[in-house]
């Protein structure tokens, strides 16, 4: 469903570590709202998710930002809490016009039986971005469930096209990137942050989307995380030298 899922490419162990390290933080520092959202991040992906839905909502309380909102939203999405994620969600959109957040407002409108709505929303996520895949994906199924079996073709055709394009795509250049320009700006960084857990749940062999990830995470100030993302692009590429230097850098 979502970047924190359970299927994460962090181990439970080194996650279990890290909920404790947070916790232990937290007690001397309680306002931390980076650490708990660590934390709450760590629930999540364990499967803990009234664990994380509580301390999403102490980061709310803290520093109400869209991520947290946006993180909130998907937990609560998770267990069912269907009105409170479609709040959760407007509350993000109505700052920011981030195509996952219409993607999961969807969902959370489609699971309430608010078909028409959901396709609403998953129409103003493909506006913005208009190879959201699993947007398509989810607008075909819903029209297929419609009965409205030509249009759900036609958006079935684009998800195969788009697949295609992507696989052709994963051997050329189109991995030489750098990102170090945007840490200076924590605008970028949360975006970058968002950008890169996308790319690696799509390519989860690649080592330096975790790289990446990894100083992403560690310029947020998310040390725990990042060194996760250093330590699993070293599990990809034990050879990768900065990763290592970055992973042992303490």
């Given at each position: 469903?979502?970047?924190?899922?359970k299927s994460s490419y962090y181990s439970e162990g080194l996650l279990e570590e890290a909920i404790q390290e947070n916790?232990?933080?937290?007690?001397?520092?309680?306002?931390?709202?980076?650490?708990?959202?660590?934390?709450?991040?760590?629930?999540?992906?364990?499967?803990?998710?009234?664990?994380?839905?509580?301390?999403?909502?102490?980061?709310?309380?803290?520093?109400?930002?869209?991520?947290?909102?946006?993180?909130?939203?998907?937990?609560?999405?998770?267990?069912?809490?269907?009105?409170?994620?479609?709040?959760?969600?407007?509350?993000?959109?109505?700052?920011?016009?981030?195509?996952?957040?219409?993607?999961?407002?969807?969902?959370?409108?489609?699971?309430?039986?608010?078909?028409?709505?959901?396709?609403?929303?998953?129409?103003?996520?493909?506006?913005?971005?208009?190879?959201?895949?699993?947007?398509?994906?989810?607008?075909?199924?819903?029209?297929?469930?419609?009965?409205?079996?030509?249009?759900?073709?036609?958006?079935?055709?684009?998800?195969?096209?788009?697949?295609?394009?992507?696989?052709?795509?994963?051997?050329?250049?189109?991995?030489?990137?750098?990102?170090?320009?945007?840490?200076?700006?924590?605008?970028?960084?949360?975006?970058?942050?968002?950008?890169?857990?996308?790319?690696?749940?799509?390519?989860?062999?690649?080592?330096?989307?975790?790289?990446?990830?990894?100083?992403?995470?560690?310029?947020?100030?998310?040390?725990?995380?990042?060194?996760?993302?250093?330590?699993?692009?070293?599990?990809?590429?034990?050879?990768?030298?900065?990763?290592?230097?970055?992973?042992?850098?303490?």
């Open positions: 469903m979502d970047n924190y899922s916790i232990r933080k937290l007690e001397t520092d309680p306002n931390n709202h980076l650490l708990r959202c660590s934390l709450a991040n760590s629930y999540f992906r364990i499967g803990k998710i009234d664990e994380a839905i509580k301390e999403y909502r102490k980061c709310i309380e803290i520093a109400p930002s869209s991520e947290y909102w946006n993180n909130l939203g998907k937990a609560l999405l998770n267990v069912g809490q269907y009105d409170e994620a479609v709040n959760a969600f407007k509350q993000v959109l109505a700052k920011n016009k981030w195509p996952d957040a219409y993607f999961h407002l969807a969902l959370a409108h489609k699971s309430s039986g608010n078909s028409e709505e959901a396709l609403n929303q998953l129409n103003e996520a493909l506006k913005i971005n208009p190879k959201y895949r699993e947007a398509i994906n989810e607008k075909a199924q819903i029209l297929e469930a419609l009965n409205r079996k030509d249009e759900a073709l036609t958006e079935y055709k684009k998800v195969i096209a788009l697949f295609f394009s992507e696989y052709q795509a994963r051997d050329t250049e189109d991995y030489c990137y750098e990102t170090a320009v945007l840490l200076d700006n924590n605008d970028l960084i949360d975006e970058l942050i968002r950008q890169l857990r996308q790319h690696i749940q799509k390519y989860p062999g690649f080592a330096d989307g975790y790289y990446k990830l990894g100083q992403a995470l560690e310029a947020k100030g998310l040390r725990n995380e990042a060194m996760m993302a250093f330590r699993r692009a070293l599990e990809i590429n034990p050879s990768y030298e900065i990763a290592r230097k970055s992973f042992w850098k303490r």
